[in-house]
């Protein structure tokens, strides 16, 4: 169990540090002295556990000057599928890979396993 749990803050250290990669860039093109705080989404079926992102994020943002003391703010991106058969848009979560209405399989995930960046707040 502990094996895993290292695992899987592994995979979010390895998202933590690719979305500073991106804030350091930004904030070099546009000469920013210090990151506040970053805004990301996050799709609901990603597979991100947040606590896990937010203490990677915590650790790294620490070792260096422009993202010292920067807030993580992590907003939900809800899971939806399309149905093919009837071309139906559902809830992913609420009803996995069956369309509610009409009972069909031959599904798709439309949005919900994203991570985007949606905002840089800097000084």
């Known amino acids: ?3 895993m749990a290292k695992l899987i803050k592994k995979y979010e250290l390895g998202i933590v540090f690719y979305i500073l990669d991106d804030v350091k860039k930004v904030a070099l093109e546009n000469n920013v002295e210090h990151v506040n705080s970053v805004t990301i989404e996050v799709g609901e079926v990603s597979t ?3 606590d896990y992102l937010l ?3 915590n650790w790294a943002t ?3 000057e422009l993202t010292k003391n920067c807030k993580l703010k992590i907003e939900t991106i809800k899971a939806f599928s399309h149905c093919e058969t009837c ?3 559902f809830e992913t979560v609420k009803n996995g890979k069956t369309c509610p209405k009409c009972g069909g399989s031959h ?3 439309v949005k919900g396993d994203e991570i985007n960046i949606k ?3 800097v000084i």
């Open 48 to 50: 991100v556990i947040p």
């Open 119 to 121: 905002e840089i707040e």
């Open 1 to 3: 169990r502990f094996a």
């Open 55 to 57: 203490d990677c994020w």
């Open 87 to 89: 071309k139906t848009e």
């Open 62 to 64: 620490n070792k260096n």
């Open 107 to 109: 599904t798709y995930l």
